[in-house]
């Protein structure tokens, strides 16, 4: 009898063995795959998109860059254009009416029709084929200070120049300020600011005169005593000018 107990037992023990030793173990298990978030390959997929969009566009903008004309230097008022008043930089020019670098020997020998700063984009309102400062007329410079000048004048004026303490280098002076004669403003050049936006200067105009009175205006303007009044607007500059008496 205790040989069958002791047989069945041992016979439970190798069951129960071979059964721990058949059950999987939970460690050793192979987790399945996760599966991606559909929102997180979404936004990946957005952003490798939208960086070859930024990529071909900016493509596209750098060839759509054109060599266009450039100010090397300032150029006066009037000035007639060199080579050397010229340089060639490339940028997107649609719509903005730049000179392309293909008409550099136009320009050349063509006058400014207006006072140009170094690197400026030269514009077809900057050169004009015809000598804006007709002959026997110079151009000049006057301070616009506000005591002597309105604050309203612009490019196309008709104006007179007045001496305003009536001193003639010759004569000695008078009780009434002098007329030097009639202008007509080229251009008012406003004056450059600093970093917080002031200015110890004033505004300047450009004016061309008639040759006879052109030392008379430099010597009033030098010496601060050059007024100016409005007498016409919206004129050409081969309007007809006068010369004090």
Do not use: C, F
Request: hydrophobic residues 40%; negative net charge; glycine residues 10%.
């Amino acid at each position: 009898m205790s040989n069958d107990i002791s047989g069945s037992v041992a016979d439970r023990q190798r069951s129960r063995a071979g059964r721990r030793v058949a059950a999987p173990n939970p460690a050793g298990q192979i987790a399945p795959p996760r599966q991606r978030r559909p929102a997180l390959a979404a936004l990946a997929l957005l952003l490798i998109v939208g960086g070859a969009l930024v990529a071909g566009l900016l493509a596209v903008r750098m060839d759509s860059r054109v060599p266009v004309l450039v100010a090397a230097q300032d150029i006066e008022p009037g000035a007639e254009i060199t080579k050397e008043d010229l340089r060639v930089s490339r940028v997107a020019s649609e719509g903005l009416g730049l000179i392309g670098e293909e008409y550099a020997e136009q320009v050349i020998g063509a006058y400014a029709t207006t006072g140009i700063k170094a690197n400026t984009l030269l514009d077809e309102n900057m050169v004009s084929s015809k000598n804006p400062v007709p002959d026997d007329r110079a151009v000049v410079s006057v301070p616009l200070d506000g005591k002597l000048a309105p604050g309203r004048i612009t490019s196309g004026d008709v104006v007179q120049v007045v001496r305003t303490t009536g001193t003639t280098g010759s004569t000695g002076s008078s009780d009434k300020p002098e007329i030097i004669g009639t202008a007509y403003v080229l251009e008012v050049t406003e004056p450059a600011t600093d970093e917080l936006g002031a200015s110890q200067d004033v505004p300047t105009a450009s004016l061309i005169v008639l040759d006879e009175a052109a030392l008379d205006v430099i010597d009033a303007a030098s010496a601060g005593e050059a007024g100016l009044a409005i007498l016409d607007s919206g004129q050409d500059p081969d309007v007809d000018l006068e010369v004090g008496s």
